[in-house]
Structure formats: C-alpha cells, structure tokens
C-alpha cells in the first residue's frame, strides 16, 4: 500500500528533549555494538598472537605494540586495499586502548587529508596549467569541484561519526564516486595518467573507510540501523514543522504559499530560475519553495551544494520546462551538461520537465542531475537523448516520472529506487541501440545502485524496429534490478547488452523479478553470472525502505511512495 503519511501538531520544546534522549542511547548503542563487533573480528589475531609465545615472558611494552599491530592489520584485512590501510593507520594510533569509533575516524582523517593533499597538487601541477583545449579544460574544473564535494562528504562523515550506517555509507560511496568521476573526465593520455597518480592515494583511502563501516553494519545482523539506534518509524524530521509539512501535501497550497515566483511572463518576482535560487537561505533547515509557472525556461540551472531544502513546483511536467542543449561533441564535459543539476541535499521537484535539446547526434547530453542526498522527483519529464538522466550519487527517489532517451538513458552511481515511472526509449542515431541503464558502481562496498520498481517500458511515438536493452554494465559492480514492471514487446530477448565484448565481469549484479508484458520473458535472456535469480527477501533490498533508507524522507517530501514490495 502507497504510503502518504499527515501530521498533526508538535509540542516542539518536548520533541526537543525526546529528541537529545533518544540521540544519546542511541550513540550508547551504537558504540557497544561496534565495540563487540571490532572485537569479534581482531580477538582471534590478538589471542593468536600472545598464546604463540611459547610461555616466554616479553617486554610489557612489546606485547602491547604487538597487539595493537596485529588489531590494525585484522581491521584492516576487511579492506580492498591493506597495505595501505595498515600503512596509514598504524603511525597514528599512540595508545593500546583502541576504540572502534577512534579508528573508524582515522581512516576518515586519513582520507581526508589525502584529499586536501590531492585537491592542492592538482592546484600545483604545471602540466595543468594553461589548458587550452575546452574538453580537457572542463574537465579539470569539474575534478576541483568533484573533489570539493568529496571533502564535504568525509567531513560529513567524521561529524556523524557512527550514529548511522546509511548515511556514513551513502556519504563515503559518494566520496569515491566523486574522485572516479573525476578520472572519467580524461579519456587518455598524460593528463588522465596525472590524474590516476594523484587521485591514487585518496581514492584507496576513501575505499578503506568504507570497508570499514560496511563490515561493522554487515556483523550487526540483521539489525537494521534504525532499529539499532532505537529510532522509531515516525520520527519527526529534524527540520520541517509540524505547519511545514502540512504545507507540502497540497500543490495548490504550494504555490500560493511560496517564497518565490518564477515567471517568462513577468508575473512573478524573478523571471529565471536561477535568479530565485539566489534568494535561498544557504544551509537552511527550512522548507523554501519556489513555484515556477507555466512555460519554456531557457537556461542551465544549478542548485548549489549550499542552497538545502528546496522544494521546486511548476504546473505540469509538460508546461513548466526547463531546456538546456549543451553536450559532450560542442566540448562540454558529461558531467557538466546537465539542463538541470542539484548539488544541495533535500530537494524535491514536482510538476516540472528537464530537457537536453541537443538531440542524438551531439551524443552525451544530459537533461537533469542529481548529486545530492535525499533528493525526490514527483511527476517530472527527463527528456533527452543520451544520457538523459545522471542519477549521479547519493540517495534520490524518482515517482510518476516520464523518462525519454536513447543510449545509457539512466546512468550514474546513485542509490536510486524509480517507482510508477514510464521508461520511454526513443529512436537513435543510425547504428546505435537503445540500453536503458548504465550504472556505475565501481567498489564492492557502496551501497549504490539502480532499483525499477512498478514502472511501465513501453517505445516512444518515434521508435522503430531499434532493438533495445534493459541495460549494460558500466562499470565492474553494476547493480540494476527491475521489479513488478510491465516491460512491452521493445525488450530484446536477450535482455541485457556488453559494456564491451560479448560478456560482462561476474561482479555485476543484475535480475529482473516479477515482472510482466511482452519483453518479460526470461528464458532467451544472457547467461552471465552476475545475472541473478533472486527470491522475494533478496528483492525486498531493493526497496525505498531498505535500499535508500526513504520512509522518513520521502514522506518529509509530502508525495506517496511504496515503501516495500
């Protein structure tokens, strides 16, 4: 049953104080628990090393450096890379009392660190200096502001500390998925070579931290992190009152409501969208909404990593457009031809449409981005060709959503759950096929991937006999599962389609779980391992409440959803 959750009055001083209790026990939890689990995965080394000592009496001194050693090396066993994670850790560790919440943080320091490093020597490096070439120029801006975000989202982190699994492994997937953003930028040559050995360090570092809290979450069982944190479902939202949320479950409230007015025709306070973001609080834990009125809004909007909690509402995803056309052939980076891009976390966008006109011969040209967390699109129009949608990184939360594109239409290493979407592919260029999803989780430990639930796959007026595929792997781990969708006769029987050669790595994770229509059947799909059959509970991972932790937050964004199956 779709979830659509009213509110009544809050005695706000009394929530207060609820609130400072529960965050307390919840920390007290939470530390016990990693301090049994950080345990349970070095007491065997630990014991193994002082029961091998045949009796001998050592050095007090010895023993205690021997353990603390041995403790780093078995923590750092769960990483992808150890050498460096042991490397890294063990000069900073100065006491025999190790805590697991003190090296969960210096493994975030220590990437954290590299990262300013990083973020200078790019500053630094005279092979940088003097680019004139725009693609190469653009890319180069673009990893300044990639590694800015991932420094914004460690900090994140080593501020939360470890009150919460979701977030901490949203935020330091993000932080990989930014660098590995960045190395995408430069196809090959010197400069992507200068780039791979400066981003080296960083990028392993980013990845330890993460190995590290996702095996934490892992030996927690089946405990979820709500759960753990005595967190119960109907928490109130840190920053929306009780009058704010009532605000947000009626459009026509919405917009005779709103803190801005957007209109070509002069009507409203501001004539561009970009101009009424100027006007939003930075860091705002409030609501700020802007309501955008009917018609074409010709211009590359970004909503800036300072401006949170922004709720933008149009009149129809086919009267409210915002068009772009910039793209990858006119010598614009991918990252940075988005129509539309968020960069601050909690927007909603209802009722409005995103088009890249650039059309299919301009090859990538994306019509919106999201990299921001918590992100939600109600009945919205993505409209482009390739590379339509960047569902970048973080958590984002698509509903009622009319999707058109060609090639790699659904992209990026967010976690990402579409529901009651229309996937629409439409005609390519002359020699291409149609792949809907092309995402792009590039370490084992992110908690990232594309989830299609409830959705409906039909061709778009223009398409003709274009074979056309659920998706293809983008990178080593790619995660897509469709689930409960109607999938017209377009499939191709084999369903899915190499990155490149005729088979993908067994890394992948793809499935289809009871879906229907036409394309649905599986028995001519590709028999690639990573091509799963998964059974209800497996697919139940998928969900808004248990792939992108949502029933708060979607619910704070005041549109339905479905929480689990």
Known sequence: ????????????????????????????????????????????????????????????????????????????????????????LAPMVKSSQLKPEDLFNMSMEVALNELHRTFQRFSEHEGFKGITDKMLAGALDDCYELLDLAIDNLNSSLSSSLDNFD?????????????????????????????????????????????????????????SSRRLMGLPEDKVPKWLSAKDRKLLQSSSTLKKKADAVVATDGSGKYKTINEALKAVPDKSKKSFVIYVKKGVYNENVRVEKSKWNVLMIGDGMNKTVVSGKLNFVDGTPTFSTATFAVFGKGFVAREMGFRNTAGAIKHQAVALMSSADQTVFYRCLIDAFQDSLYAHSQRQFYRECDIYGT???????????????????????????????????????????????????????????????????????????????????????????????????????????????????????????????????????????????????????????KPGL
């Open 167 to 223: 977030d901490l492994k949203t935020w330091l997937s993000a932080a990989g998925t930014y660098q590995e953003t960045c190395i995408n930028g430069f196809e090959s040559g010197n400069l992507r070579s200068s780039v791979l050995e400066f981003l080296k360090n960083s990028t392993e570092f980013s990845s330890n931290s993460l190995a590290i809290i996702t095996e934490i979450s892992k030996l927690a069982g089946s405990i």
């Open 407 to 561: 090639v790699d239409f659904i992209f990026g290493n967010s976690a990402v759950v579409f529901q009651n979407c229309n996937i629409l592919p439409k005609q390519p260029m002359p020699g291409q096929q149609n792949t809907i999803t092309a995402q792009g989780k590039n370490d084992p430990n992110q908690n990232t991937g594309i989830a299609i639930q409830n959705c409906t796959i039909l061709p778009s007026a223009d398409l003709s006999s274009v074979k056309t595929y659920l998706g293809r792997p983008w990178k080593n781990y790619s995660t897509t599962v469709y689930m409960h969708s109607m999938m017209g006769s377009l499939i191709d029987p084999a369903g899915w389609l190499p990155w490149t050669g005729t088979t993908a790595p067994n890394t992948i994770f793809y499935s289809e779980f009871q879906n229907f229509g036409p394309g649905s059947s599986t028995k001519n799909r590709v028999k690639w391992k990573g091509l799963r059959n998964i059974t209800q509970k497996e697919a139940s991972k998928f969900t808004v409440k248990s792939f992108i932790d949502g029933s708060k937050w979607i619910s704070d964004a005041g549109v339905s959803f």
């Open 1 to 88: 049953m779709s979830s659509f959750k009213a509110y009544g009055k809050v005695n706000e001083a009394e929530q207060e104080r609820l609130l400072a209790r529960r965050k307390t026990r919840r920390r007290i939890t939470i530390i016990s628990l990693s301090s049994i689990i950080l345990v349970a995965v070095i007491v065997a080394a630990v014991v193994g090393t002082t029961t091998n000592s045949g009796g001998k009496s050592k050095n007090a001194s010895e023993n205690a450096g021997n353990s603390v050693s041995t403790s780093i090396k078995a923590v750092c066993g769960v990483t992808l890379y150890p050498d460096s994670c042991y490397s890294s």
